[in-house]
């Protein structure tokens, strides 16, 4: 069954380094998305993405967010310069349609020391 | 403002008990979609189920069950004989009509199934 892959499974980073998480979506997928999830608490979206652009952004998706989709296959999420608050599990999800399932990825869980 | 609320933070069964989690949810909107996810100790997101918000039927997958209300902006989940691998957070979302289609989780309800 196609699934959702991201790597790295786990980032370590120091406070104000730069890091890329990276998504596979399923192949035939057209809409992209990050979530990510402090510790312990509720899923929260950060960031649609359709058709090479963002479709919408939540506010925790300052300047420091951005997403690119590089080739046909890779999805990433760049944190410029990462803060504490930052450390959390973020994951990667696609869907084929809007409104459908969107399925997510295993995640990446960011620890920022 | 949207939002989804799941006041039930945790429940604890002994296996075969039948649980429901609650979910109420807010949308200005007429059209809508909703959602439950598992989140297993391996943390993972799993879906098990959409519903359109014009669907107002229940549904019924195995063990599982789902009883929509729109009257009360409920969107409840039940879990009949309930298995120690049910043990999970669950989480109910909203997403609303075009152009968004982001998910708005709830805060999750924790299940623990003891055998």
């Known amino acids: 069954e196609p699934e959702v892959t991201q790597t790295p499974s786990h980032q370590v980073t120091q406070m104000g380094q730069e890091v890329i998480l990276r998504c596979v979506p399923i192949s035939n997928h057209l809409y992209f998305y990050w979530y990510r999830q402090i510790l312990g608490q509720k899923v929260e979206f950060l960031v649609s993405f359709y058709n090479n652009e963002i479709s919408e952004k939540s506010e925790i998706f300052d300047d420091q967010f951005s997403v690119e989709r590089p080739d046909g296959s890779n999805f990433t999420l760049k944190i410029r310069s990462t803060k504490l608050e930052d450390s959390a599990m973020y994951f990667c999800?696609?869907?084929?349609?809007?409104?459908?399932?969107?399925?997510f990825g295993p995640g990446t869980r960011l620890t920022v020391l | 403002a949207q939002k989804v609320t799941q006041a039930q933070t945790e429940i604890s069964v002994v296996e075969k008990e039948d649980v429901t989690l609650d979910c109420v949810y807010e949308t200005r909107d007429t059209t809508y979609y909703l959602f439950w996810y598992k989140q297993p100790p391996s943390g993972e997101l799993v879906f098990l189920i959409r519903?359109?918000?014009?669907?107002?039927q229940n549904e019924i997958s195995g063990r599982y069950s789902w009883n929509f209300q729109k009257s009360t902006s409920s969107f409840n989940f039940t879990i009949t004989a309930s298995q120690v691998v049910d043990s999970a957070v669950y989480f109910c979302?909203?997403?609303?009509?075009?152009?968004?289609?982001?998910?708005?989780f709830g805060t999750g309800t924790r299940l623990q199934v003891f055998p």
């Open positions: 519903r359109n918000s014009f669907d107002e």
């Open positions: 979302a909203l997403s609303e009509a075009p152009p968004s289609d982001k998910l708005i």
């Open positions: 999800a696609s869907e084929d349609e809007p409104y459908n399932e969107q399925f």
